[in-house]
Nanobody
Framework: QVQLVESGGGLVQAGGSLRLSCAASGRTFSSYAMGWFRQAPGKERKFVAQISKSGASTSYADSVKGRFTISRDNAKSTVYLLMNSLKPEDTAVYYC??????????????WGQGTQVIVSS
């Protein structure tokens, strides 16, 4: 069972940057596509970005495209989210999650505790 621990959140002014990290335990990290999600107060958790198992392919929500960059280091079992040009609407708890397909069945990692990002105007 892969355990995930997010870190790197904090309070930043609009226009600033943060880099989030998500460290995974276990030896199967490289078999998972990894994603970042966020949940603002009173709202549903939403997709932010995803990266393939090898890191060769990425995708982003329209709201963060061009500002956020997802990357991974399989040797360190860690996925990152570099967030630039932050806006107050980026304020949320950020979570990472992994997805893989085994014998045609998709399975997911459990959620970590998340890391809080607050962007002040």
């Amino acid at each position: 069972q892969v355990q995930l621990v997010e870190s790197g959140g904090g309070l930043v002014q609009a226009g600033g940057s943060l880099r989030l990290s998500c460290a995974a335990s276990g030896r199967t990290f490289s078999s998972y596509a990894m994603g970042w999600f966020r949940q603002a107060p009173g709202k549903e958790r939403k997709f932010v970005a995803q990266i393939s198992k090898s890191g060769a392919s990425t995708s982003y929500a329209d709201s963060v495209k061009g500002r956020f960059t997802i990357s991974r280091d399989n040797a360190k079992s860690t996925v990152y989210l570099l967030m630039n040009s932050l806006k107050p609407e980026d304020t949320a708890v950020y979570y990472c999650n992994g997805e893989r397909e085994v014998a045609g069945i998709k399975t997911y990692t459990s959620w970590g505790q998340g890391t809080q990002v607050i962007v002040s105007s």
